[in-house]
Every structure is written in structure tokens, then in C-alpha cells.
């Protein structure tokens, strides 16, 4: 395509009345202008009005013109914050997902992302541009390649390890990851060194995950709790599901395998027991509980709970 005949085809673009309609035609045109190597003639095409035309057109531009990096990063700190999102969006896929991480981490774009924190460009507003394309990326599109998304979802995490994911991004891309059952989505999940506190996204989805497990096996779901990078809490979050569900079943696996555990092992799943025990009003199940706790200090503590609870029934 050349310049001219670009020119005439956003006139014809822009007669179309659904914006939709118009921001697609608008985009192949700057696509196909700067897959013919015009691309500071793509630039000075694109509409100067704000809203999804333009948005389109930055982001095909940022994708596909033939420039170098230096030349788009100054192109890119040109915009607004508002529109730097779309031409960053343009800008990370011209790499393939599995090479973003190294991309981003680079010491020529960590310059550069300085100087685009400093025109108003966060490193979140960049988590949540990335966010949509890692799930794209992710969910597999009917190939049935499950080894393949496991790897996919495997370098995702490498990217929330760096900071390129927030929390609720990483969460998002955990849920695209539609070939993988629950056991390897907690799998994935143990891939992830540090989860965050009690009220992170991803402790809430992985909670969620060992819910649902423990559900069809529970024994598994324990087991998986034991083996992961945050066992106490799994292991009291995960006993206590299973106990809401099946308070007996718990209690005689508790029995049985208690020796074979770790104090702190055997007190987070007594943890668990207990939190579940005191939800449901059964105390006297409670009590059991706290007998089951190794340290005098912590059985003291929760009792005095209990009595408090007790008392304001």
C-alpha cells in the first residue's frame, strides 16, 4: 500500500457510521501502510481526534511499524497517558509472550519506562496493558495442547515474579488457563515464590482452588498443601474446607496422620479444624481442637476466644 492510496481509504473509513466498523477499517489501513516499510507516513495518517479510532490506529502503529526501538519510545512518550496504554500495547506484541520478560527487564527499556513513569505512565497502568495479551496468550484455542499451556503458564509466572503482573492480572491469567484441571492450576500456583498476605487476589483464587479440590480429594489437596511454598496457611485453609464438608472424615485423617507431620503442620491443620469448628457453632468440637495444638501459649489464647464467643451466644 502506498501513502496515497492509505490516504484515500481513511476518507472512505471515515464515512463510517459504526465506530467499531470504522475503527477496524482504520486499523488495517495503518497496518497495511506500515507492513509496506511507510511508517512515518502511517504516523502523520493517524486521526488526531481522542477515542477508539485513534486508539486502534496506535496501537498497529506501535505493533507493526519498521522503526527501532528508540525511535517508537519517543514516538510512545509523545501521548498522553491515556493513549500510552494503546501504543504500549502495539509495543509488547511485536514480542512473542515468552520473550517479554527479558524484553521488559532490559536495561534500554527500564530507562525508557523511567522516563514514561515520569509523563504519567505507571507500572501498573503497564500490568494491566499486559494483562489482557498474557490471557490471550494463555488460553489455548481449541489445539488441545495442554504441555504447551503448562509452559505458557510457567513463564507467566516468571512474569509476576518480576513485577510485570499485578495480583489480579496473574489471577486472570491463572483462570485462562482452561486445559488445566485444578490440581495443575495449583501446581502453577506453586511455581509463584510469595502469594502476598491473607487478602491478596491470588490467596483468594488459590483458596477457592483448594476448596473445590478438596471436594473430589481431599487427601491429594492436603498433600499439595504440605508440598507448597506456603504450607501453614494452605494447610489450615484446606483442612478447614474439608471439614466444613465432612467435619468426621477430617477429624480421622487428623488421627491418623498426625505423627507423621511436622508440629507446625499438625497445628495449622488443627488451625483449621478449629476456625471451621467455631464458624459452625460446634464448640465442643472446638475444644477438641485445642487440644490438639502443641504450644500451651497458643492453646491458652484460643480458649480464652472460645469463652468469648461462649459467652456471646
Known amino acids: 500500500m502506498t501513502p496515497a492510496e492509505a490516504r484515500e481509504r481513511l476518507v472512505v473509513a471515515r464515512r463510517i457510521e459504526d465506530i467499531r466498523s470504522r475503527a477496524a477499517a482504520s486499523r488495517e489501513v495503518i497496518t497495511a501502510l506500515c507492513a509496506a516499510g511507510h511508517a512515518e507516513e502511517a504516523w502523520g495518517l493517524i486521526e488526531t481526534d481522542p477515542g477508539p479510532v485513534r486508539s486502534h490506529q496506535l496501537e498497529v502503529f506501535f505493533r507493526y511499524a519498521k522503526l527501532a526501538d528508540q525511535a517508537l519510545y519517543e514516538k510512545l512518550l509523545g501521548l498522553s497517558p491515556q493513549e500510552m496504554s494503546a501504543g504500549m500495547r502495539g509495543l509488547c506484541q511485536r514480542c512473542q509472550p515468552e520473550e517479554l520478560a527479558a524484553y521488559l527487564t532490559s536495561p534500554g527499556f527500564k530507562d525508557f519506562f523511567a522516563r514514561l513513569e515520569a509523563a504519567g505512565f505507571t507500572k501498573n497502568g503497564l500490568a494491566t496493558t499486559l494483562s489482557p495479551l498474557l490471557q490471550l496468550h494463555v488460553r489455548d484455542a481449541a489445539t488441545g495442547d495442554v504441555a504447551g499451556q503448562r509452559t505458557r503458564m510457567e513463564t507467566m509466572a516468571g512474569l509476576y515474579a518480576k513485577g510485570l503482573l ?5 489471577v486472570e491469567v491463572l483462570k485462562n488457563g482452561n486445559l488445566l484441571n485444578i490440581p495443575a492450576r495449583v501446581d502453577a500456583m506453586q511455581r509463584i515464590p510469595d502469594l502476598g498476605d491473607g ?16 471436594k473430589s480429594d481431599p487427601e491429594a489437596a492436603l498433600a499439595a498443601a504440605r508440598a507448597g511454598p506456603q504450607p501453614l496457611m494452605d494447610l489450615s485453609n484446606t483442612f478447614s474446607s474439608w471439614a466444613k ?4 472424615a477430617a477429624a480421622d485423617w487428623y488421627e491418623k496422620n498426625a ?5 507446625e503442620h499438625r497445628d495449622a491443620a488443627a488451625m483449621g479444624g478449629f476456625a471451621i469448628s467455631v464458624d459452625l457453632g460446634d464448640y465442643d468440637a472446638a475444644r477438641e481442637w485445642i487440644r ?7 492453646r491458652d489464647h484460643l480458649s480464652n476466644y472460645l469463652a468469648t464467643r461462649e459467652r456471646g451466644r
Do not use: F, H
Not at 490467596?203 to 476448596?211: C, D, E, F, N
Not at 490438639?292 to 497458643?298: D, F, P, T
Open 166 to 170: 499485578t495480583p489480579e492480572g496473574m
Open 259 to 263: 505423627t507423621t507431620m511436622a508440629w
Open 292 to 298: 490438639q495444638i502443641s504450644k500451651a501459649e497458643r
Open 245 to 248: 464438608v465432612d467435619a468426621a
Open 199 to 214: 487478602r491478596n487476589a491470588l490467596q483468594t483464587y488459590r483458596r477457592s482452588l483448594m476448596s473445590a479440590w478438596v
